[in-house]
């Protein structure tokens, strides 16, 4: 599905330039989690981070912590959210 | 006349000499504020930075806007506030002694206790600093 990967591919960007990621694009795959030593290792300042990106990017808003701690579990999963509610 | 608004130092955690909002000019709710300092030549910092050339340390600046930004939550209820994260900072032009530094500051986003908020400083309607600013709010 064309739609999907595009929008892969600028959350991706998003991950890499908003948070400063030092890995390359290719390192983020659907299933990679977001947090801990095999994942991103994101941090909960990284998340609000993400949340004003995902905003900004898709005009998809995450309100509350209830819906970030659904939503973002794994790439796929934010995907999959944008994908719905934008 | 009485001012509509709560002295910072009522609302802040902070005391002297390191309160860097002198007063609340406009608080719109829990959304935005305007605050007022004014730089004087007095400040102990001018001393020492630099003493032939007084300039406001940028990261005093800085200071003044998550101040200004802890003040619209702190206004709702009691707080204390931790600096957690600084984006995007940029300073236009030295502040000095004299100057009267207007701090705009709005809430972009919030996920208690983190809250991040959009601030812009200036003098003379010229924008002197902006950055976004990242408050852990207990």
Redesign the interface.
């Known amino acids: 599905m064309p739609e999907m990967s595009d929008t892969l591919g600028r959350l991706k960007e998003i991950l890499i330039t908003r948070l400063k990621l030092k890995i390359g694009a290719d390192q983020i795959k659907e299933d990679t989690t977001l947090f801990g030593p095999d994942g991103l290792g994101l941090d909960?300042?990284d998340?609000?981070?993400l949340?004003?990106g995902i905003?900004k990017e898709f005009g998809v808003e995450i309100v509350?912590?209830q819906t970030?701690e659904k939503v973002f579990t794994s790439v796929a999963a934010i995907v999959k959210y944008i994908e719905d509610n934008r | 006349m009485t001012d509509p608004y709560p002295l910072p130092s009522t609302i802040l955690p902070h005391s002297y000499p390191f309160i860097l909002i002198d007063k609340i000019i406009e608080l719109a709710g829990d959304k935005q504020i305007v605050c007022l300092k004014n730089v004087t030549i007095n400040e102990e910092f001018f001393s020492g930075h630099f003493r032939e050339n007084p300039v406001m340390p940028g990261v005093l600046i800085i200071e003044a806007m998550a101040q200004a930004s802890g003040l619209i939550v702190g206004n709702e209820h009691a707080t204390m506030t931790y600096l957690s994260r600084v984006n995007d900072a940029k300073f236009k032009r030295p502040v000095i002694p004299g100057d009267q530094l207007i701090i705009k500051s709005s809430v972009i986003q919030k996920f208690p206790p983190l809250h991040i908020f959009e601030a812009v400083a200036y003098v003379n309607d010229e924008v002197v600093s902006e950055a976004e600013i990242t408050l852990t709010i207990m």
């Open positions: 909960s300042i998340v609000l981070e949340v004003v905003k509350d912590r970030a």
